[in-house]
């Protein structure tokens, strides 16, 4: 990927304040908004931004009908190590924001979240999702693995065997479903979201700020403890950067086909 100016990266990540919270929108609706390194760094930096104002809550939503696909796959059939390794740790780095922000982070989920971006929605604090979207991961049938959320606080969220299965399986659970399962908050009407949202963000203003950052920061603890999980995950990706699954799993992404992987005699 040719080196992208930080005025792309702004226009890929919108920012905006609507009824006294800080909007962060993912722009890329040609890829179902997909992140790459350069837009973490953008996200990153306006979450930052954000917590140093009064701003009651951070949205994070993305363009016209989809939340997030995740890390950008484009180049995981011929990967770059360094881009994919800034990729890894950039989505880390952005999910330690979210946590560590002093206000609450809402995912205003309005439309499909899978693989990393179904990991944004579990690394927000709340989470609104729209009856059409869906959430789910892609990783183990794309060539990755989900070890930044999805195979450790989901299962805070929905139970271990739960999680594995959303993790090992890749199944879409729809948002009705994803609620009665603890891993929403809330499902409006597609139309209703940015209303709820708004809802949720003034019943939060009338809270106090400072004892809402403690009753946040204090919810970390499971966060916390999954931390060094998060490291050796990412270690391991790291590692199987170009591996023969890898490159297979992008390729039948990108070619819209099952992939054909190896059998584990051959890893």
């Not at 690394?123 to 959430?135: G, K, P, Q, R, T």
């Not at 070890?147 to 594995?164: D, F, M, Q, S, Y």
């Not at 966060?223 to 890898?246: E, P």
């Amino acid at each position: 990927m040719a080196d992208r100016t930080d005025e792309q990266a702004r226009e890929d990540v919108r920012v905006y304040e609507r009824a006294g919270a800080t909007w962060i929108q993912i722009n890329r609706p040609d890829r179902k908004n997909a992140y790459d390194p350069e837009m973490c760094t953008a996200m990153v930096a306006a979450i930052k931004a954000a917590s140093a104002t009064d701003t009651t809550a951070i949205v994070i939503t993305g363009a016209e009908d989809s939340f997030c696909a995740g890390g950008f796959l484009g180049n995981l059939a011929d990967p770059d190590v360094h881009e994919l390794r800034s990729m890894f740790h950039g989505s880390l780095e952005l999910f330690e924001q979210i946590r560590t922000a002093p206000q609450p982070v809402i995912a205003a989920v309005n439309g499909v979240a899978a693989g990393g971006g179904n990991e944004l929605v579990v690394a927000c604090d709340l989470a609104i999702a729209v009856e059409s979207a869906w959430l789910g991961q892609t990783g183990v049938k794309v060539g990755s693995a989900p070890v930044l959320g999805g195979t450790n606080l989901l299962a805070i969220n929905i139970g271990e065997k739960r999680a594995k299965e959303v993790a090992f399986l890749c199944r879409r659970y729809p948002a009705r479903e994803a609620l009665e399962l603890g891993w929403l908050n809330e499902v409006v009407a597609d139309g209703e979201l940015e209303a709820a949202v708004d809802s949720m963000v003034a019943e939060l203003a009338r809270m106090s700020p400072r004892y809402l950052e403690i009753a946040k920061i204090s919810s970390n603890v499971w966060w916390n403890a999954t931390r060094d999980a998060y490291a050796s995950g990412l270690g391991m990706l790291v590692q199987a950067i170009g591996s023969k699954d890898m490159r297979e799993g992008a390729a039948a992404f990108m070619e819209k086909r099952r992939p054909d992987f190896t059998t584990r005699s051959d890893i």
